[in-house]
């Protein structure tokens, strides 16, 4: 059974860093290309980042909103994906969501709350 | 950035109802279009992948279609674990975007 469970979630003062952590299990989780995706309260879902499998150099993408401050990053050997975050915002509040992608998201995980405020 | 739009933004149906949400694309994705379901205070759920595709485990009363800018998402006789948020999103081009989600309300 596919298993995304993300940690790490935390209140935290604008301007400030955490990092977001997703276990991955029931698959072969250096095969896929893995997302991150957020969730504002009472607001719809944003693409936040991807990272690419080692074939293809563990590149990354980013949405225009985090670019420059957040980084996706993986660790195939502990089948765990991670989401730096800097210089954070109050409008950087929100669920965030790990995912696999299979031809579009396929998996999800159930979501870490992240609070920016002071 | 692709802008994608969803419609209507809400919708109230019946138990047995068919419903249909569409999602239309600012600019031509092939059909890079997947479809979600997301219940109150619940993680999402993938439904269709390639326009058309039903995920594992999905039931077939769900379907989409579509290709190009416009897509559906059609819901038969809707089931109460039927009423969520529905959200499209595009995978043609980054960034990646969703729509801004149809809610399915009981009537």
């Known amino acids: 059974e596919v298993q995304l469970v993300e940690s790490g979630g935390d209140l935290v003062q604008p301007g400030g860093s955490l990092r977001l952590s997703c276990a991955a299990s029931g698959f072969t989780f250096s095969d896929y290309y893995m997302d991150w995706v957020r969730q504002a309260p009472g607001k719809g879902l944003e693409w936040v980042g991807r990272?690419?499998?080692?074939?293809?150099?563990?590149?990354?993408e980013y949405a225009a909103s985090v670019k420059g401050r957040f980084t996706v990053s993986r660790d195939d050997s502990k089948n765990s994906l991670y989401l730096q975050m800097n210089s954070l915002k109050t409008e950087d509040t929100a669920v965030y969501y790990c995912?696999?992608?299979?031809?579009?998201?396929?998996?999800w995980g159930q979501g870490t709350l992240v609070t920016v405020s002071s | 950035d692709i802008q994608m739009t969803q419609s209507p933004s809400s919708v109230s149906a019946s138990v047995g109802d068919r419903v249909t949400i569409t999602c239309r694309a600012s600019h031509g994705i092939s059909d890079s279009l997947a479809w979600f379901q997301q219940r109150p205070g619940k993680a999402p759920r993938s439904l269709i992948h390639?326009?058309?595709s039903l995920r594992s485990g999905v039931p077939s009363k769900f379907s989409g279609s579509g290709s190009g800018t416009d897509f559906t998402l059609t819901i038969s006789s809707l089931q109460p674990e039927d009423f969520a948020t529905y959200y499209c999103?595009?995978?043609?081009?980054?960034?990646?975007?969703f729509g801004g989600g149809t809610k399915v309300e009981i009537k």
């Open positions: 990272i690419r499998k080692k074939a293809n150099s563990y590149t990354t």
């Open positions: 999103q595009q995978y043609e081009t980054y960034p990646l975007t």
């Open positions: 995912a696999r992608d299979w031809w579009g998201v396929d998996y």
């Open positions: 390639a326009t058309s």
